[in-house]
């Protein structure tokens, strides 16, 4: 079988490291931002409807976090998504009168198992 070296300098080796940094943290920041984008879209489809003031919460609440890039420091990307509506507690809760509809919480359990199909070796 024939055997193929390629030899390159220590200049190219770290031109290929910096380049492969910078399309890792790229990917990386993507990631983080849609992961939020399809959990903050999942929450405001899912939120229950009786005044529409939640659901029309996490709808500005998806066009901000549409048009941010996540916070980077390092090698950590990170964001944030919420929304000042009282009710929200008392949706996700429940209350002694009410279950919880926990809109947050399925929303996060639906993109962990897409996420975790990602990464499994």
Known sequence: MPLVRIHLSDEQ???LHSRLSTAIDISRQQ????????VVDEIAN????????????WL????RVA???PTTTGSVSSMTASVDVE?????EYGTTRMIARAPIRRALEAIAGV???LFRW
């Open 13 to 15: 080796i770290t031109q």
């Open 31 to 38: 990631f983080v931002h849609d992961v939020t984008q399809a």
């Open 46 to 57: 899912t939120v229950p409807i009786d005044t529409g003031e939640t659901q029309q919460a």
């Open 60 to 63: 500005s609440e998806s066009t």
């Open 67 to 69: 048009s941010t890039a």
């Open 87 to 91: 009710q929200m507690r008392y949706l």
């Open 115 to 117: 996420i975790d199909s």
